[in-house]
Nanobody, 125 residues
Framework: QVQLVESGGGLVQAGGSLRLSCAAS????????MAWFRQVPGKERESVAA????????YYADAVKGRFTISRNGAKNTVNLQMNSLKPEDTAVYYC??????????????????WGNGTLVTVSS
């Protein structure tokens, strides 16, 4: 059974930092793209950042470029999201995702294979 388990969410003041982690288990994720999405009530889940298997290709949504950094440890099937200079508009539930197709994780949530349960990030002003 595939599991993606997020950790690291919480409450932080604007300008602060948080580091999210996702541990993947249940299958080999060799060749898989790992990503982070976020969702606020009433809006569709949106892609925030993605990284390919080798770690050499990354994607960032415009809203987080220069502030968030995605990284992965393939041997440990983990992916991290370092979030700096956080803003109140970053408040959301953040989800870890995995898929074998790059376009599935950067284009939107509908075709993604695997999801975590999410972790709440709240940024106070």
């Amino acid at each position: 059974q595939v599991q993606l388990v997020e950790s690291g969410g919480g409450l932080v003041q604007a300008g602060g930092s948080l580091r999210l982690s996702c541990a993947a288990s249940g299958r080999t994720f060799s060749g898989y793209v790992m990503a982070w999405f976020r969702q606020v009530p009433g809006k569709e889940r949106e892609s925030v950042a993605a990284i390919n298997w080798g770690g050499g290709i990354t994607y960032y949504a415009d809203a987080v470029k220069g502030r968030f950094t995605i990284s992965r440890n393939g041997a440990k099937n983990t992916v991290n999201l370092q979030m700096n200079s956080l803003k109140p508009e970053d408040t959301a539930v953040y989800y870890c995702a995995a898929d074998s197709v790059w376009g599935h994780v950067v284009g939107g949530p509908r075709l993604v294979d695997y999801w975590g349960n999410g972790t709440l990030v709240t940024v106070s002003s």
